[in-house]
Structures are given as C-alpha cells and as structure tokens.
C-alpha cells in the first residue's frame, strides 16, 4: 500500500513565521502535490511537481513556494505566514501515469496566529 | 478551464436509505477523467472510482454506483442502503490531459458532507 506521510498533524504558528511543511512517499511515486483544503472550497492546488527539482504553480502560489530535492519527499513553505493562510493542507501522490488516482497524507492543520 | 460542482454542501440521511450525490463538470477537453474520494473523519481522501470520458457505461460496486452522463456533465454517485459507516465528506474531481506528460492536475468540487444517522 502507498503511504504518503505528512510530519504534522497539527501546527501553530505566528504570523510573520517560516513554516515547513513536510510530505514523504514510499512508492517512488513521480508525481507529489500540495493543496489546501477550506469549507466551502473543496481542495485547491498550490503547487506540483512531477520530477525531482521541477516544480509547477498550481491554482493558488502566492504565499508559497516549494521544494523537491529528492524523488519521495516534497516541502510545502510559507516564507512569512499569515492568518489567512491557516487551513489544512494535503499533499499527495501518484505514479507517472496521468490517469492514476492521487494516494493522500492525513493532512497538517496549521493555525496562524 | 475546468470546473466542477458539488451543488449539495451537506445531506442528512437516516441508516438504510439511499442518497444521490450530485457532481456537475465543466470542461473543453474530449478526453478526461473523473474520480470520487471519500474523505472520512480521519482526514485521508480516499479513492473510490475513475472513470474515463468515453466509457459512459454505469458501475456498481457493492452499494455504491455511479452514474456517468456526458450529455448533461454528470457524474452522480449513489448510495443504496446507507450505513453509519458511509458518514464522510466526499469530493468528486476531474482531471484535464495533461500538457506536460505526467503531470495530472486533478480539479476538485466543493464537497458534500454526508451524515447517516442511526
């Protein structure tokens, strides 16, 4: 079974904060995401990357930026929180095939204070 | 550009009735892919189905099936004797051809939450 594991499950910081997020796959997966998760707007694509170092903007990218050194981990960061960036966040993967399904982590509900 | 809709914010079934929910998608593409998670209480999205735009035959697994109509953009999901168990959150997406090989950008609704009270 595929395992996407998210380091945290909660996190609260302060505005103004560097806040990591960290999402690990064992599946030699190409393909991780990032989206966020609110009510009301089901979940929105923040950034991809399909091969390690290469990154695509997804829907949403301003306020973040990601990082993908090596094949099974993808880094979500906010480079200074704010407030409205308090939401959960999923990461995801998936093998290179384009219609094979997303394998989801728990999710990281981060607060911003 | 793509877009679907999950028109039903919240439905409130009693165990063992059947409930429909709705999913609406909009797109340019001929060739696409639709999929159902379940996003239970834990927080994890789990996958239920795919199906691929020209495969408009319907499926049943169990006491779920799903109903794929490409005249009216649909792709309904059924379920038929509810149980307390089938309580989630539960989001219908949809995935364009990709333009870079691989890389799958999956649209999601907005949700419906699902109760099934005893």
């Known amino acids: 079974d595929v395992k996407v594991t998210q380091s945290s499950r909660y996190l609260v910081k302060r505005t103004g904060e560097k806040v990591f997020l960290e999402c690990v796959q064992d599946m030699d997966h190409e393909n991780m995401f990032w989206y966020r998760q609110d009510p009301g707007l089901g979940l929105r694509l923040i950034y991809f990357?399909?091969?390690?170092?290469?990154?695509e903007k997804g829907d949403i990218p301003e306020g973040y930026s990601v990082s993908r050194e090596k094949k099974e981990r993808f880094s979500l960061i906010l480079e200074s929180a704010s407030t409205n960036q308090t939401s959960m966040y999923l990461c995801?993967?998936?093998?290179?095939?384009?219609?094979?399904?997303?394998?989801f982590g728990n999710g990281t509900r981060l607060t911003v204070t | 550009a793509q877009k679907v809709t999950q028109a039903q914010t919240e439905i409130s079934v009693v165990e063992k009735e059947d409930v429909t929910l709705d999913c609406v998608y909009e797109t340019r593409d001929t060739t696409y892919y639709l999929f159902w998670y379940k996003q239970p209480p834990s927080g994890e999205l789990v996958f239920l189905i795919r199906r691929n735009s020209f495969d408009e035959q319907n499926e049943i697994s169990g006491r779920y099936s799903w109903n794929f109509q490409k005249s009216t953009s649909s792709f309904n999901f059924t379920i038929t004797a509810s149980q307390v168990v089938d309580s989630a959150v539960y989001f219908c997406a949809l995935t364009p051809l990709p333009i870079i090989q691989g890389a799958q950008k999956l649209v999601f609704g907005q949700g419906t939450r699902l109760t099934i009270n005893p």
């Open positions: 995801a993967s998936r093998d290179f095939s384009y219609n094979s399904p997303l394998h």
């Open positions: 990357s399909y091969d390690v170092k290469m990154k």
